[in-house]
């Protein structure tokens, strides 16, 4: 059966998933159709894509049989999932997140995947997933560049080179960093009504990017904010002070790097840090 006549067999019978077998109707399976997943499953990456894994198959236990409309109440489907590791030496890898889209896209069962969790192994994925047209829904990719071409042309076109075979199969359920920062400092200053932060970044472009968006929308006053670099050692010991203290912590991951922004009412600074 071809992927897209799975596709909407598929999407028909999602639709009407509530809907229960008539009475005396045997529920017959009619197959299985398969959700492919990559996600870092071991080393240090684990404890960001096992959540990941373990919501995705309670999703299909509750789902159960999936049956199709009133018409053929007895067609139905089993559904399972496919999982994959793209770890390698302890840490994910481009490389092999893309060997894992190819061996899910060479299952004629499989109507779509989930993943990756990761930018890197998006931008690996996505030309092996979109000649075949195998939707992708990343739970937590953020780079811009992935499915926009903003206008400063920062991203060099590098959106439409990873579909270069077809038309756009790439769906994420978080939003881009270009928002990310400014949405925390948002969240600091008006949901929790902080009035001081102190920023942390680790150095990488993306780490810096949202430390910069966050100081940037942060209402700045008289020793309200403060910002500076730090390794991740370093972040890790002022997550440990601050918490400590009875600040709230706001943490941003995403590849295993980033920074934070730690905030309260009041109070001192740390030592060391460079003024705003």
């Not at 997943?37 to 373990?54: C, E, R, T, Y």
């Not at 139905?76 to 999932?81: E, K, N």
């Not at 969240?187 to 009035?195: D, I, T, W, Y």
Request: with cysteine; proline share 7%; net charge positive.
């Amino acid at each position: 059966m071809r992927r897209w006549r799975l596709a909407f067999l598929m999407l028909g019978a999602l639709a009407v998933a509530s809907c229960t077998v008539g009475a005396g109707t045997p529920a017959r399976s009619m197959g299985v159709i398969k959700l492919g997943v990559d996600l870092p499953l071991s080393g240090d990456d684990a404890p960001d894509g096992l959540p990941a894994k373990n919501a995705i198959d309670l999703a299909i236990k509750q789902a159960g049989r999936v049956c199709g409309p009133d018409r053929h109440p007895d067609a139905c489907f089993d559904l399972q999932a496919i999982a994959y590791d793209d770890v390698r030496q302890g840490i994910h890898d481009p490389a092999k997140g893309a060997q894992n889209v190819q061996l899910i896209a060479g299952d004629a069962r499989v109507l779509a995947m989930v993943g990756p969790l990761y930018d890197r192994l998006a931008k690996s994925e996505l030309p092996v997933a979109n000649p075949v047209r195998l939707a992708m829904v990343s739970p937590g990719t953020t780079n811009e560049c992935l499915t926009q071409e903003p206008p400063d042309g920062h991203c060099q076109g590098l959106s439409a080179r990873l579909r270069a075979q077809g038309p756009n199969n790439f769906f994420r359920v978080v939003t881009t960093q270009l928002v990310e920062g400014a949405g925390g400092a948002d969240l600091a200053f008006k949901a929790l009504g902080k009035r001081r932060a102190f920023v942390i970044n680790d150095q990488t472009p993306f780490g810096l990017g949202i430390a910069t968006a966050f100081v940037a929308r942060f209402p700045i006053g008289p020793g309200r904010l403060r910002s500076q670099p730090a390794d991740r050692l370093r972040i890790a010991r002022a997550a440990r002070a601050r918490t400590g203290s009875g600040r709230r912590l706001l943490r941003r991951r995403g590849d295993r790097r980033g920074g934070f922004a730690a905030a309260r009412d009041g109070g001192a600074d740390a030592p060391g840090a460079a003024r705003r």
